[in-house]
């Protein structure tokens, strides 16, 4: 059986908003696996925040940039041990520095990235430097890149989280696009609409559903249809342009973009948080 730490106990609570027992009885039943762990809560009807598809990390910086004609934009995330360090201002500068040479070369991947030059070295190498300067791993994990008509970055306060949202229209007004970045912060929706949201994804939200019918003694007939209408709900509740507007809850983000510029919409976005 595996140990399950207090600390994977309070890191599940984190994500979910579960109890700490059921958080416990959970990773026990799955031997510590987190996703599972996760469906077990749903499936017994807990009433959680939503699994994201945010990348595991620890410390470090979150930086989002875009060019000053706000047609490109990148993000990338630098990684090191400590808090400490992260909130460091020659860190915070050295991780912008890498996310500016990601925007004004585009390379095509984050290999491709470590490989660019960066003061007479490549940034892979810096990186290395300045490990052994700090005195802790650092690590550069994710990079992400897009270009569209309009292109807005956000950076939350600490830099442990970022967003890039592309925009399909030119010169949107600088609050709009700066909302819609606050709002992909704040709720993290797991795809732009219904239509992009990944088949697994689908599949295992009626599987929930079907087992909450089914716990809760619903007619069988009625089962399919009961998991129909909890994948709708999740579908309003965790794609962008369905979600209610943080701003006004009278109205949906699809609806609020619409009344900035009519035909306004979101093409892409990319989220990252460095929180569990």
């Known amino acids: ?52 598809a945010d990348r595991d990390a620890t410390e470090g910086s979150v930086i989002a940039v875009t060019s000053g004609d706000n047609k490109k934009g990148a993000l990338i995330v630098l990684n090191c041990e400590t808090d400490f360090v992260a909130k460091n201002a020659d860190y915070i500068t050295f991780a912008t520095q890498i996310a500016n040479i990601a925007l004004n070369n585009m390379p095509a991947d984050l290999d491709a990235l470590k490989a660019l030059e960066f003061e007479g070295k490549t940034i892979e190498e810096q990186v290395v430097i300045q490990t052994g300067i700090i005195g802790e791993k650092i690590d550069l994990s994710f990079y992400a890149k897009t270009e569209a008509p309009h292109v807005v970055g956000y950076i939350h306060p600490g830099n442990k989280l970022a967003t890039m949202v592309s925009l399909n229209q030119e010169n949107v007004e600088v609050q709009v696009g700066k909302d819609i970045a606050m709002q992909v912060a704040a709720m993290s929706p797991v795809s732009v609409n219904k239509d992009d949201v990944p088949a697994e994804i689908i599949a295992k939200e009626l599987e929930i559903g079907r087992d909450i019918a089914i716990q809760e003694g619903k007619p069988e007939k009625l089962i399919d249809k009961i998991a129909e209408g909890k994948l709708n709900k999740f579908f309003k509740e965790n794609t962008l342009l369905s979600q209610q507007f943080i701003k006004d809850n009278k109205t949906n983000v699809a609806d609020y973009l619409n009344q900035s510029s009519k035909g306004l919409t979101v093409t892409d976005f990319v989220r990252f948080s460095l929180n569990a």
Not at 6 to 12: N, P, T, Y
């Open 1 to 52: 059986m595996a140990e399950i730490k207090a600390s994977d106990v309070g890191k599940l609570r984190k994500m979910t908003g579960a109890g700490m027992m059921d958080c416990k009885k959970a990773l026990v039943e799955t031997g510590g696996d987190f996703d599972q762990a996760i469906d077990i809560l749903r499936k017994k009807g807990q009433k959680i925040a939503s699994k994201r």
